[in-house]
C-alpha cells in the first residue's frame, strides 16, 4: 500500500462529519463531503476537505487524536488553502460530539 494518510485511507465519511453535516443542513447549508484540492508539492496526495463550502470557499476540518501530532502540517495546509482563497475552520470531533448545531451557526457566521 502506498503511504497514504489518514483521510485517504478512510472509506466514507465519519459519524462526526455527518453529524455536522446534519446540523449545518438544518440551517440551509449544504457543505460538500470530502471534497479534494490539488496539492501542488504532491500532486498524487491532493488536500481533502471534511467538509467544503466551495461557493463561499471555506473548508471545514474535523481533527480527530492524530491531529494533536500534526498541528505543523496542518498550518501549512491551512496556509497553502489560504493563499488560493480558502479559509480553513478547525474543530475536533469531541467539539462537533458536544454541540455541532452551535459549530454550524460559528460556520455560518463565517459566510
Not at 5 to 16: A, D
Request: include cysteine.
Amino acid at each position: 500500500m502506498r503511504n497514504q494518510s489518514l483521510s485517504q485511507q478512510r472509506k466514507g465519511p465519519t459519524v462526526y462529519q455527518l453529524k455536522l453535516m446534519g446540523a449545518l443542513n438544518r440551517i440551509g447549508v449544504y457543505p460538500e463531503l470530502e471534497h479534494e484540492i490539488p496539492n501542488p508539492e504532491h500532486p498524487d496526495f491532493p488536500f481533502r476537505c471534511d467538509l467544503f463550502l466551495k461557493e463561499r470557499g471555506i473548508d471545514i476540518e474535523l481533527d480527530g487524536q492524530s491531529h494533536k501530532h500534526r498541528q505543523a502540517k496542518d498550518a501549512e495546509r491551512d496556509a497553502y488553502l489560504l493563499s488560493v482563497g480558502i479559509k480553513t475552520s478547525r474543530w475536533t470531533n469531541s467539539q462537533v460530539k458536544m454541540d455541532a448545531d452551535a459549530i454550524a451557526g460559528l460556520v455560518w457566521a463565517m459566510m
